[in-house]
Each structure stands twice: as C-alpha cells, then as structure tokens.
C-alpha cells in the first residue's frame, strides 16, 4: 500500500513539474489571474462579473454564427499562445519572480494535474459503470442528457453559458472566502430542521 502511495504521489510530482515547464511562459499570467479569481482586492469580483458581462453582451450584440464565434475563439487562444509568453516577461519583470510566487505556481500546477485525474476517474467509472451495470447506465445517461436538453430549450443558450461562465469562474473566490461552506451549513441545518419537524409529526 505504501509503495502504491509512493508511486502515485512520484507520478503526481512528475507530471506537475511537466506541466509546471509547459506553462513557464504564462507563469506571470497564471498568478495574476489567481489573484483576481481568490478575490484577494474586495473589487475583484465585481470587475471580474464585469468583464463576463461586456464580453457576453459583445457577443450578444454581434451574433455571430457558430462557426465565425468558434473561429474568432480559435484565433485568439492561437494569438495568446505567440504573445503571452513574449509579452507577459516585459509587462509584468521576470526579475521580480519570487521564492513565493514560485511556491503559488507548482500548487495552481499541481491542482491542475489533480483535477485532470479526477476527471480521469470519473470517466473510468462511467466507462466501468457500464460494463458492469448497463442498464442503470444507460437510465443515468439518458434521463441526464434529458434533463439537460429540457433545460437548454427553457433557456436561452448564451444565457445559460454566461450564467455557467459566470459561476466557474466566481467559484474559486467563492471557495476561497468560504461562502460555498457557509450556504451549504445553512442549508444542511434548514434541512436537519425540517427532517426533525417531520420525525415530530409523525410520532
């Protein structure tokens, strides 16, 4: 077991430092994105929503068809990839690259790897799932995908995007702060209160 967990953890360290000297040009980036998306100036969150507003509303406004949105999209990830890495040392000083910011690289690069495995997972599972259960498989599949369906016709889709977007991206801010463990405290007690009450009545 031990060798297990020395093994994992060796192939965790090997493709977090991989991933680490992929992203070494968009070091600068990755940190000032980090800060903006913990929340670390109380305006953060308010620029951030701004930004996806204006954005969404240009996209709105413009209505491009699917595949002019989806080549604009293309274009500009392939024009960050050239300039970033150029640009990111002359704007933000490679020289004032410190031992901590250093330290909040390989942890956004290790949570990454992380999240990367667990999406791994979850897919094994899925694919195990249906060898092993193909009924319940295919049931959870298709009443999802249905439900999914059901909801994409009741709203509207860029809507419905902004509004994924949107909380994606507050998500970390929200971790950070613990608003998600507050709200999920309340509901869990609103939810103990109302079992208690249905226990009362029932005896």
């Given at each position: 077991m031990a060798d297990g967990d020395n093994k994992s953890a060796n192939m965790l360290a090997q493709e977090t430092a991989q991933l680490e000297e992929q992203l070494q040009g968009w070091g600068e980036v990755i940190l000032a994105g980090d800060r903006v998306v913990r929340w670390e100036k109380p305006w953060f969150p308010g620029a951030l929503?701004?930004?996806?507003?204006?954005?969404?509303?240009?996209?709105?406004?413009?209505?491009?068809?699917?595949?002019?949105?989806?080549?604009?999209?293309?274009?500009?990830?392939?024009?960050?990839?050239?300039?970033?890495p150029t640009l990111a040392p002359r704007v933000f000083g490679s020289n004032k690259w410190t031992t901590e910011q250093q330290q909040r690289f390989h942890e956004i690069c290790g949570n990454l790897v992380k999240t990367q495995r667990r999406?791994?997972?979850?897919?094994?599972?899925?694919?195990?799932?249906?060898?092993?259960?193909?009924?319940?498989?295919?049931?959870?599949?298709?009443?999802?995908?249905?439900?999914?369906?059901?909801?994409?016709?009741?709203?509207?889709?860029?809507?419905?995007?902004?509004?994924?977007?949107?909380?994606?991206?507050?998500?970390?801010?929200?971790?950070?702060?613990?608003?998600?463990?507050?709200?999920?405290?309340?509901?869990?007690?609103?939810?103990?209160?109302l079992l208690k009450q249905k226990e009362k009545k029932n005896e």
């Open positions: 929503m701004g930004g996806t507003t204006m954005l969404f509303l240009m996209v709105y406004y413009l209505d491009p068809s699917v595949l002019t949105g989806l080549s604009c999209a293309v274009m500009l990830l392939c024009l960050a990839d050239y300039l970033v999406t791994v997972g979850w897919w094994k599972r899925l694919c195990t799932l249906k060898e092993e259960k193909p009924k319940m498989y295919f049931a959870s599949v298709i009443s999802s995908l249905l439900a999914v369906a059901w909801i994409g016709q009741q709203v509207h889709n860029l809507f419905l995007t902004y509004l994924i977007v949107s909380f994606l991206l507050l998500l970390p801010g929200m971790n950070q702060h613990g608003v998600i463990t507050k709200y999920a405290s309340m509901a869990k007690r609103e939810i103990n209160k």
